[in-house]
């Protein structure tokens, strides 16, 4: 489903390029939860981006289905983004003038009809946020904004999800609400990459790695547990 093959990717420094990816290579198949930990620095945010073609690799290729993203044009790449996966980011990116329901539906390229609507109520019940559907981000908790934030990666039924610490600012019972989400789209059939700092809320089900000087290693047993 989704795969990368020798990727690397740098930033400049002061003192010249730093090396945050390595020749990294992995895969996800389809109904897969990978969950990539690591601690602030080692470059989690740097490869969900890349892996979701946000940020070109220096060198390296990332396949969805066959497709390698960075041989498209920008504009493709950005119509595939925008069909094929969802986002969920720490930050929420929420538009902070449009009610829930007006974010969720945001995420949606072209244009919305009744069944996308009804749609996006029945995902507003599902995750607990149909008395919220009206307000505005600024007047919800941050388990209720990220749990939007999820409703619109969700709507346009992507085919991978990417989370960037999606429990990141929530308490352990909200970061829990969000984790069941993803392994309920997981079990759909969809594939999920996660990355984060923590071991908290991760489901038993998912393989878990550790982003090390740049390359991915599989955890061992005792260091999956919290």
């Given at each position: 489903m989704l795969s990368c093959r020798q990727l690397s990717r740098d930033y400049r420094g002061p003192q010249g390029p730093v090396r945050v990816l390595r020749e990294?290579?992995?895969?996800?198949?389809?109904?897969?939860?990978?969950?990539?930990?690591?601690p602030s620095g080692a470059g989690k945010t740097t490869l969900l981006l890349t892996l979701g073609?946000?940020?070109?690799?220096?060198?390296?290729?990332?396949?969805?289905?066959?497709?390698?993203?960075?041989?498209?044009?920008?504009?493709?790449?950005?119509?595939l983004r925008n069909r094929r996966i969802g986002f969920v980011f720490q930050l929420f990116h929420l538009v902070p003038y449009l009610s829930v329901h007006e974010n969720i539906l945001a995420g949606l390229?072209?244009?919305?009809?009744?069944?996308?609507?009804?749609?996006?109520?029945?995902?507003?019940?599902?995750?607990?946020?149909?008395?919220?559907?009206?307000?505005?981000?600024?007047?919800?908790s941050a388990g209720e904004r990220q749990r939007t934030a999820l409703a619109r990666a969700l709507l346009k039924e992507p085919s991978v999800m990417l989370a960037d610490e999606p429990a990141g600012n929530l308490d352990p019972a909200?970061?829990?609400?969000?984790?069941?989400?993803?392994?309920?789209?997981?079990?759909k059939g969809g594939t999920v990459i996660v990355v984060t700092h923590g071991t908290e809320s991760i489901p038993a089900t998912a393989r878990r790695l550790r982003l090390e000087n740049g390359v991915l290693l599989e955890e061992s047993v005792s260091a999956q547990r919290p």
């Open positions: 990294l290579s992995f895969e996800a198949a389809r109904g897969d939860m990978v969950v990539i930990r690591g073609g946000m940020l070109r690799p220096n060198s390296g290729s990332v396949m969805l289905d066959g497709q390698d993203l960075y041989s498209l044009s920008a504009a493709d790449r950005a119509r390229p072209g244009s919305v009809d009744g069944t996308l609507r009804r749609r996006a109520s029945g995902l507003l019940e599902e995750l607990g946020l149909a008395s919220r559907e009206n307000h505005r981000p600024a007047a919800l909200n970061g829990a609400v969000v984790f069941q989400h993803l392994e309920d789209y997981r079990r």
